[in-house]
């Protein structure tokens, strides 16, 4: 079983900057992928950005480019999010996932069959 476990998240002030980590841990994985997805109430979960664990590459969604940062710590199996400028429509919960197999796109929810639990980040106006 693979386990992913969240920290960071909270309130901030629209403006402000947060920081989201996951740590992979559990059965030894080839990571292909690992990415943020958000979800806000009433709203399907959205893709945030992914890092491809060979080579490094990032992919980010066109509203949080420029503004978050996403990087690897190989050595870790870890995955950091820093969220800079931060908008009240940034407010959501975020989550963690990490898909193994190449097949399937790195913005489907549903081609990554693990998931953190979920952190909230609140971004007042």
């Known amino acids: 079983q693979v386990e992913l476990v969240e920290s960071g998240g909270g309130l901030v002030q629209a403006g402000g900057s947060l920081r989201l980590s996951c740590a992979a841990s559990g059965r030894t994985l080839t990571i292909d992928h690992m990415a943020w997805f958000r979800q806000a109430p009433g709203k399907e979960r959205e893709f945030v950005a992914s890092?491809?664990?060979?080579?490094?590459?990032?992919f980010y969604a066109d509203s949080v480019k420029g503004r978050f940062t996403i990087s690897k710590y190989g050595a870790e199996s870890t995955v950091r999010l820093q969220m800079n400028s931060l908008r009240p429509e940034d407010t959501a919960v975020y989550y963690c996932a990490l898909k193994a197999s190449v097949s399937g796109g790195n913005y489907v929810p549903g081609n990554y069959p693990y998931w953190g639990q979920g952190t909230q980040v609140t971004v007042s106006s």
């Open positions: 890092v491809r664990w060979r080579g490094g590459s990032t």
